[in-house]
């Protein structure tokens, strides 16, 4: 559904159908709080549920093309409701806000600085979350000497080290 309503959108905008994007809809949902995990056993649950009622349905013998305008109503929804990021983001902060989903976390994660979004602490209240991007760990790392640097950002010492590493293996290998 996701992709097919993706593949509409982008060919309406005179894009590529398979040009990047973060508007796919575990992007979304990432984007609004929920964690990697927690939007892909999500999305499994919804699939889940809606090809048990489609298998339920076809028991039943109803008409594949009921079926079938069930499945793009369902596509229509999800075009309307995407084509703004905000209320996107809103949907899936409340969703994620529902107690099935366990305990916000106490910094919700932000849009990766693209705009606030309301992303509610608890049912019932709301705050925005920062516009700016997600904070850097900050880790003491070794010193060839045995000392600890000074509070290197993790994400930066992980990068170095694998560019090294890169380079070893290109040395070697010649």
């Not at 982008?10 to 929920?34: K, L, T």
């Not at 602490?121 to 516009?131: F, I, K, M, N, W």
Request: proline share 7%; aromatic share 6%; hydrophobic share 45%.
């Amino acid at each position: 559904m996701d992709c097919l309503v993706l593949t509409v959108r982008r060919v309406r905008e005179g894009r590529s159908p398979f040009s990047a994007g973060r508007d796919h809809i575990h992007h979304f949902m990432q984007d609004a709080g929920f964690g990697p995990t927690q939007a892909a056993l999500t999305l499994a649950g919804f699939s889940f549920g809606t090809g048990l009622v489609a298998g339920q349905l076809m028991r039943m013998d109803v008409p594949n093309m009921l079926i079938l305008a069930a499945f793009l109503v369902l596509c229509v929804g999800w075009y309307a409701l995407s084509t703004s990021r905000a209320k996107t983001l809103r949907f899936f902060a409340v969703l994620r806000a529902l107690p099935g989903f366990g305990p916000l976390p106490e910094r919700a994660h932000t849009a990766r600085g693209r705009s606030e979004v309301p992303l509610p602490t608890a049912p019932g209240s709301a705050r925005l979350a920062s516009a700016r991007g997600p904070v850097a760990r900050r880790s003491p790392r070794a010193e060839p000497d045995g000392s600890a640097a000074s509070g290197a950002a993790v994400g930066d010492a992980d990068a170095a080290d694998g560019k090294e590493a890169a380079r070893a293996r290109l040395r070697n290998s010649a």
